[in-house]
């Protein structure tokens, strides 16, 4: 530790620190732009100049390291004149815009300029302009002119999203701040360059000139669409969500967000936004009232029950659902007799399923990490945060191995097995044995070892290094067709190397589901039992069926035999009007008190940033109303603290676990010959309102979803090029869909994303397909 005195006051930093560091211990501010604390220091703002003892001039103190005894004075005479000295030169050629600027209110140089900025400027030749440019439906950079070059933005981009998209070009009163060749941003980060700005150079496009700051209430909120548990605060004017930027929780986020938490808020204000119940009579939807629409649904769930029994009662909710909203929809169905209802979306093999599927680990672990394998995931699109994580963690010596069908560039260093998803088992297994010969152990009973490929060895040897290490599967992987066998080999192999054995589920409650029982209790029953064709009455919450389940056909065909489907949703969808006889309008987690537990297992509960819209109600107040109703017992509860109450009584720590408890032998991977399917979970089409974001419809990652990626040698043996219309063939229906080429995916693999209209047409997530040329 390094002793110095910062105006007077003795503070002890460790050796290294810079003299902002000290200040910031102290709670000293001094004014800055180009530092922030999450990035390097680059130093080239010079606003942050200080005096220092026996220099004989001023310093920066975000770059200025401290040594034993310095003493520094960062408001002394001399000091407040260099700073005023730095503003004058700054503003110099910003233009006088603050009325019209986004940034007005929140702009660190219009506050500093208060402070440090002279009531004239000595500058009288023409101020420089810097031309607009547009980098893509979130970002806007029409007035660069504002721009003091601090270069956040392209330190953010090189360090935390791991893609360098902007750059300073020129030199001088010449420089400027860019893409690369006209292109784009693409990253999936990218937003958190408008919330590091210091200036409004890069504002939000979605929120452009839409409020000014002081107008806009404030609620602290998460986000639901993966399972980190992002914090956020939601700004809001006219009961209308406005904007959605980070809130600051070390142990979760950081401080970013990603694109999909941040402009996702489109979705809430949909124009399909359902505000009426409403029911079909003879094929037509009609209006009705909340009392008519609850009286026709009870009515049919009990002539339903009476006539087929009890298990011809269904229910499917997405994760999205908050604990209070699936502890009663549990709770409604098994009250009337029925284990029918299903959270897992789309886990198909449920043989030995985990009671939860969480990370292992507090959240911040991750960031501490020496050796990494992670199984079958899209990581970067599916758990964009995790990524950035990982990413900063490989700087400092983390190693990460992966085994998935590639196709996605983390961007980061990593050892990888590309391979398909039927051979994911013999991959994992020959990593498994290459470690229990290591270790003179035994493989699990009724797992052959065999020959060990090079790359499998260096995964072992990995993993066997380092002492902080995970093995973590991702949706891919609990997706799979045989999820148990890479669940087991994985759990193995954790347990071998020392390593905490993870999950990275989608969805804000994926956690949670299981731990309410919101999930079916039989053993080896999931989302195919639900979806069987023998469930006579169907409640679907916040659940767009073609969408959100693994083979939108077989749903299809499971729903139109139903007597009758239930949609509790806050959207009405063309799937849910063709689908659904009842729909009943819910809020969306902006309008509703609702809690969440994430992949660590934290449990976050967030207050309505608005009011519900039109006749909209929370889907806990529907439920609830429902079990009164159809005279069920336990279902007198006034408030969602009462409700979260009683689906929360048992402690979580005690019921989470993700772990087989009985040993189960590997079932045989079917062999596919030809091309084999690979489906991605689109980052963009996780949840009926990311589904609903305009801006983020128009991005190139929701472009990528609806073309077929393919890998070069199919690519060439084909005679593609980029955009060609391809035949894709499964089950026995055939779409037609634009060609990509994705050269790092596995040989024999093709990747057609879930959730676009095309791929609804198809079947499950997994297995073959051929495709030809059109």
Not at 119 to 139: A, C, D, M, Q, W
Not at 152 to 178: A, D, K, Y
Not at 455 to 462: K, R, V
Request: glycine letters at 8%.
């Amino acid at each position: 530790m390094v002793e110095i005195e910062l105006d007077g006051k003795a503070v002890e930093v460790p050796q290294g620190s810079m003299v902002m560091h000290a200040a910031n211990k102290l709670g000293t501010y001094i004014p800055h732009f180009c530092y922030h604390k999450k990035l390097s220091i680059a130093a080239n703002c010079r606003m942050c100049l200080v005096e220092v003892e026996k220099a004989p001039k001023p310093l920066p103190a975000c770059a200025t390291p401290v040594t034993q005894g310095m003493k520094v004075f960062t408001h002394s005479a001399k000091a407040v004149e260099a700073q005023r000295s730095v503003m004058e030169f700054l503003l110099i050629n910003h233009p006088l815009d603050c009325p019209i600027c986004d940034q007005g209110g929140e702009c660190q140089l219009q506050d500093l300029s208060v402070g440090y900025g002279k009531s004239t400027s000595r500058y009288s030749e023409e101020k420089r302009v810097v031309f607009h440019k547009n980098v893509g439906p979130l970002i806007s950079m029409e007035e660069m002119t504002r721009c003091i070059h601090c270069t956040r933005c392209v330190r953010f981009g090189q360090e935390v999203s791991g893609i360098m998209e902007l750059g300073m070009v020129n030199r001088g009163e010449h420089s400027e701040i860019t893409t690369f060749s006209g292109q784009t941003i693409d990253s999936e980060l990218s937003g958190n360059m408008i919330d590091i700005c210091p200036v409004g150079a890069l504002t939000s496009k979605p929120f452009r000139y839409a409020a000014r700051t002081w107008e806009l209430g404030r609620k602290r909120s998460l986000s639901p669409h993966d399972s980190l548990g992002t914090n956020t605060t939601v700004q809001t004017k006219a009961n209308r969500v406005m904007r959605v930027v980070a809130l600051e929780n070390e142990a979760i986020n950081e401080c970013w967000i990603s694109d999909r938490d941040r402009f996702a808020y489109e979705g809430v204000n949909s124009a399909e936004r359902l505000t009426v119940p409403m029911v079909k009579q003879e094929g037509k939807w009609l209006e009705t009232d909340w009392e008519s629409a609850l009286e026709y649904v009870t009515r049919s769930l009990k002539t339903i029950t009476a006539d087929h029994g009890a298990d011809a009662l269904a229910a499917i909710a997405h994760p999205i659902s908050s604990v209070e909203e699936l502890h009663l929809l549990q709770k409604v169905v098994r009250a009337m007799g029925s284990d029918r209802v299903e959270t897992r979306l789309r886990q198909t093999d449920m043989r030995g399923s985990a009671t939860a599927p969480w990370l292992g680990m507090p959240i911040a672990n991750v960031s501490q990490l020496d050796r990494a394998l992670v199984i079958g995931s899209f990581l970067r699109k599916e758990q964009p945060l995790i990524a950035a994580r990982l990413r900063t963690a490989t700087k400092r010596g983390l190693q990460v191995s992966r085994i998935d069908a590639g196709g996605d560039d983390w961007l980061m260093p990593s050892l990888g097995i590309p391979a398909a998803p039927s051979r994911w088992t013999a991959v994992l297994t020959e990593v498994a044995s290459a470690i229990a010969k290591a270790n003179a152990s035994q493989l699990p009973a009724g797992i052959q070892g065999g020959a060990v490929s090079p790359e499998a060895q260096a995964i072992a040897d990995s993993l066997l290094s380092g002492s902080n290490k995970a093995v973590l599967l991702g949706s891919a992987a609990i997706a799979h067709t045989h999820a148990s066998n890479l669940h087991m080999l994985a759990q193995f192999i954790a347990e071998q190397t020392g390593a905490t054995f993870g999950f990275l589920p989608v969805g804000g409650n994926a956690v949670a589901a299981p731990l309410l029982q919101a999930v079916q209790q039989k053993p080896n029953a999931g989302i195919d039992s639900v979806l069987d064709g023998s469930a006579r009455a169907v409640l679907l919450l916040n659940v767009e069926p073609l969408s959100d389940l693994p083979n939108p056909q077989q749903s299809r065909a499971a729903l139109i035999k139903a007597d009758t489907v239930i949609a509790l949703s806050a959207f009405a969808s063309s799937e849910l009007l063709e689908l659904a006889d009842v729909l009943l309008p819910i809020t969306p987690f902006t309008e509703s008190v609702g809690s969440f537990i994430n992949a660590a297992g934290t449990v976050q509960t967030i207050q309505p940033s608005v009011r519900p819209l039109a006749d909209a109600r929370p889907a806990w107040k529907v439920l609830r109303a429902l079990g009164s109703l159809l005279g069920l017992n336990g279902f007198l509860l006034n408030t969602p603290e009462e409700v979260c109450g009683e689906a929360l009584a048992k402690p979580i720590a005690e019921r989470l676990n993700n772990r087989f408890t009985a040993a189960l032998g590997l079932t045989q991977d079917q062999a596919i010959t030809g091309l084999e399917r690979v489906t991605d979970l689109p980052i963009y089409g996780v949840d009926a309102i990311v589904r609903r974001a305009p801006a983020l419809q128009l991005t190139r990652d929701a472009k990528n979803a609806h073309c077929l990626g393919l890998n070069a040698k199919t690519f060439a043996e084909l005679n593609l090029k980029d955009g060609d219309l391809v035949a894709i063939t499964q089950g026995g229906n055939t779409v037609q869909m634009p060609a990509m080429l994705e050269s790092q995916l596995a040989a024999g693999c093709v990747r057609l994303s879930a959730t676009t209209p095309t791929s609804a047409a198809l079947g499950p997530m997994f297995g073959a397909v051929t495709v030809s040329r059109v």
